[in-house]
């Protein structure tokens, strides 16, 4: 189950072994096109190795739609995570979206 802090916040929770579901992100500012590329790095800290990168391609109306495989899902145990969302035209740099925003991922009861 994916949830967010508040309407207008980046950091994000989710519970243990979720997968296949989407979170719609919304990009405000700048105009994503659908041929663009968004990269989420996800790291156990800001300086850290990353455990889980990954691109969303398809973006419509500016809306990435985060979601994970199960092989994915079982690389985030319980705990926090910092991720960041990085913004791409083909092989260019183009942005960083979202800088070290927390992701929880919440035991499953």
Not at 48 to 71: H, R, Y
């Amino acid at each position: 189950m994916w949830n967010t802090k508040s309407k207008n916040s980046t950091d994000l929770t989710m519970t243990e072994g979720d997968f296949g579901v989407s979170l719609p992100f919304v990009i405000f500012g700048i105009e994503i096109g659908s041929q663009d590329t968004i990269r989420m790095t996800i790291k156990k800290t800001k300086n850290g190795s990353p455990l889980l990168e990954k691109e969303f391609t398809n973006i419509t109306k500016n809306t990435v739609e985060l979601s994970f495989t199960e092989d994915e899902t079982l690389l985030l145990k319980v705990g926090n995570y910092l991720y960041s969302l990085d913004w791409y035209k083909g092989d260019q740099f183009m942005y960083n979206l979202v800088n070290n925003s927390k992701l929880k991922v919440e035991d499953k009861i």
